[in-house]
């Protein structure tokens, strides 16, 4: 049972072009999301989170929405660079639980 | 900044091989895991830890196993490597915060194939 699920395999955006990840959750007990970017051949690093109190975050190119009722959650990365060319991660975790679950992931290119 | 240092990038084990999978972290997080990433499935959960000696099955704990004897370092222990657990295997860490609010690190990744 997928509990965190990212629809789109893949996306392509044109440089300077906004790219916009969607994520969404089956488990209204999570509390807490974060978007990780991972290179091939790299462990996934840590871009940015949300927690459950807010409906947005920004910082600097790349804003998380939040929209706890249609449990979606989405990334924003404006503009798009040839180097945000990765496969991102979105992920959950739970107030009282240590772990994080992630979803498959979404394969974003950036054209130059 | 937080380093979360994995043993081997790439390791080639044979069928039935006792595997050693070994992470070391150096910000003295409490919690650590262990995940396996596999084309179309995302990052799966192993194992995590969330103190010395303590450890919790994730979503796919069967043919492994961990252990944690010290703070810094968490093992992942393929008991026999089948064919089936070649993935890469990815090793995070993250501090104890009260209401779990706090994002992991993870080391670079582990390459398994078993032959």
């Known amino acids: 049972d997928q509990q965190v699920k990212q629809n789109s395999p893949s996306l392509s955006v044109q440089e300077g072009r906004i790219s916009i990840l969607n994520c969404d959750y089956t488990?209204?007990?999570?509390?807490?999301f974060l978007w990780y970017k991972k290179y091939p051949a790299e462990g996934p690093t840590f871009l940015i989170s949300?927690?459950?109190?807010?409906d947005k975050n920004e910082d600097g190119r790349f804003t998380v929405f939040l929209n706890k009722s249609a449990k979606h959650l989405s990334l924003h990365i404006v503009p798009s660079q040839p180097g945000d060319s990765a496969v991102y991660f979105c992920a959950a975790s739970q107030s009282g639980t240590y772990k994080y679950i992630f979803g498959t992931g979404t394969r974003l290119k950036v054209l130059a | 900044d937080v380093k979360v240092t994995q043993s081997s990038r790439y390791l080639v084990k044979r069928t039935g091989e006792k595997v050693f999978l070994e992470c070391v972290q150096d910000?003295?997080?409490?919690?650590m895991f262990w995940y396996r990433q596999d084309p179309g499935l995302g990052l799966r959960l192993i194992y995590f830890s969330y103190d010395v000696k303590m450890k919790e099955k994730g979503d796919i704990p069967e043919g492994y196993s961990v252990s944690r004897e010290k703070k810094e370092r968490f093992s992942l222990i393929l008991e026999s490597a089948s064919t089936n657990q070649t993935s890469m295997y990815l090793c995070?860490?993250?501090?104890?915060?009260?209401?779990?609010?706090?994002?992991?690190?993870f080391g670079q990744g582990t390459r398994l194939t078993v032959v």
């Open positions: 488990n209204s007990m999570f509390d807490y």
């Open positions: 910000m003295d997080h409490e919690n």
């Open positions: 995070a860490s993250s501090l104890f915060v009260s209401g779990g609010r706090t994002e992991a690190f």
């Open positions: 949300i927690s459950s109190i807010k």
